[in-house]
């Protein structure tokens, strides 16, 4: 009886060490990869500071270009008489304008693919919802601008038809082409939040 009682004490000991060790892996696993979890997202998050540094730089740069280019824009069409020969530089203007817009898409490319996920490191989160409302913003005040400076090309030519047929008319009139958008055609919302941060030029 004894020799059976030490048989089957042994064995759960056995039992015992076995399950504790297994446990003790586990435990242990999971804190590494808690560990390295948390070390990859510190590493990510420090990376989102660092590109939105670059894009909100970039973001300023646009803001002061996009005040010369509406100041411009307000001297070239004070006069329908004198449009067609300052059409070349505000055309060359508003093309610069839309690229510094691709440009600012570009540089933050990396908030765009990690953006998508809310992180541990609230600084990060911040940083990632200032991104999506700076960039619809932008995006959206340039459609605005758009808009506004072809509305007022469309003046300009229907100007043209009366100006040109007139029996007093000393100089004809060419019609101007209205401004391309090669990219941003449609307002966005980026952050799917049901609103068009922009769309009103604000």
Do not use: H
Request: hydrophobic share 35%; with cysteine; aromatic share 14%.
């Amino acid at each position: 009886m004894k020799r059976q009682y030490l048989r089957l004490f042994s064995f759960l000991i056995g039992i015992t060490f076995i399950i504790s060790g297994v446990l003790f892996t586990l435990v242990n696993n999971y804190k590494q990869d808690k560990k390295k979890k948390i070390d990859e997202e510190k590493l990510i998050a420090d990376e989102i500071g660092n590109v939105y540094q670059t894009f909100y730089d970039k973001e300023k740069s646009l803001s002061t270009f996009r005040d010369e280019v509406i100041n411009e824009f307000k001297s070239f069409s004070v006069f329908f008489t004198t449009m067609p020969d300052k059409y070349a530089n505000i055309a060359s203007k508003i093309e610069n304008y839309e690229k510094n817009i691709t440009e600012i898409e570009d540089i933050s490319s990396y908030l765009k693919d990690k953006c998508t996920q809310r992180y541990s490191v609230l600084e990060a989160n911040d940083k990632c919802d200032a991104y999506y409302i700076n960039l619809e913003k932008s995006i959206n005040i340039f459609i605005a601008d758009m808009e506004l400076f072809n509305s007022k090309i469309k003046e300009y030519n229907k100007w043209t038809e009366t100006e040109n047929s007139s029996a007093i008319a000393t100089k004809k009139y060419d019609k101007l082409e209205e401004f391309k958008v090669k990219k941003y055609t449609e307002y966005v919302d980026l952050n799917d939040d049901g609103t068009y941060l922009g769309r009103n030029n604000e």
